[in-house]
């Protein structure tokens, strides 16, 4: 069972577009959101990360935003550039550290 | 810093045999977790070690599948005997933690296993 959903599965953004993806979760008790970025054949690479006593988090052309009520989590990549075609993991842990992780999206940047 | 080293980065073997996946986390990390990533089922954590105690096994799919930690800079993961829907990729990731503090994961390159 899913801790963590994730939709959409894959998007196509042309380049310079904006790429969203979102993340949902049911688990209160979470209060750490990292977004992580996967090329093939390399290991998952840490993103960006929130914490619920904030709404939006900004790092260059990355921004989570964060609604603690609808406990939904969103990445949105801005001007998207052809290096960003990757698999994209929302994610979540609580206190313990242990991360569950969204199913993924795969990005494709078209040039 | 070298970050998390997986070995090996390819494991091809047949039915019944043990494999043993090997890892080295970064210095200092205290925390150390062994994901599994297939299509079907995305990234499953199977075991994860804080300090080189195992605090949670539950994700260890079966028997089969047994995990150490015997000192703080190397990890197994065996499988024995393997079987074919064994075949993943299998990531190694460590982590530091301080108290409400996430300083997030830093994953290996992964072990590519397929199971013949």
């Known amino acids: 069972q899913q801790q963590v959903k994730q939709s959409p599965q894959s998007l196509i953004v042309q380049k310079g577009g904006i790429s969203i993806i979102n993340c949902a979760y049911e688990n209160t008790a979470f209060d750490y959101f990292p977004w992580y970025q996967q090329f093939p054949g390399k290991g998952p690479a840490l993103l960006i990360a929130?914490?619920?006593?904030?709404s939006e988090k900004k790092e260059g052309r990355f921004t989570i935003s964060f609604n603690k009520s609808a406990k939904q989590f969103s990445l949105h990549i801005m001007d998207s550039q052809p290096g960003d075609s990757a698999t994209y993991f929302c994610?979540?842990?609580?206190?313990?550290?242990?991360?569950?992780f969204g199913a993924g999206t795969t990005v494709t940047v078209r040039a | 810093d070298a970050g998390v080293i997986q070995s090996p980065r390819h494991e091809v073997t047949e039915m019944g045999q043990e494999v043993t996946l090997r890892c080295k986390p970064i210095?200092?990390?205290?925390?150390l977790f062994w994901y599994r990533q297939t299509m079907m089922r995305g990234l499953e954590l199977l075991i994860y070690f804080n300090n080189n105690v195992p605090i949670d096994d539950s994700g260890m799919p079966e028997d089969r599948f047994s995990a150490k930690m015997p000192n703080a800079s190397f990890s197994t993961l065996k499988i024995q005997p393997s079987e074919p829907r064994d075949s993943a990729v299998y990531f190694c990731?460590?982590?530091?933690?301080?108290?409400?503090?996430?300083?997030?994961?830093?994953f290996g390159s992964g072990t590519r296993l397929t199971v013949v």
């Open positions: 210095s200092g990390h205290d925390y």
């Open positions: 990731a460590s982590s530091r933690g301080q108290g409400a503090i996430h300083y997030g994961y830093t």
């Open positions: 994610a979540a842990s609580s206190n313990d550290y242990k991360l569950s």
């Open positions: 929130i914490r619920p006593d904030v």
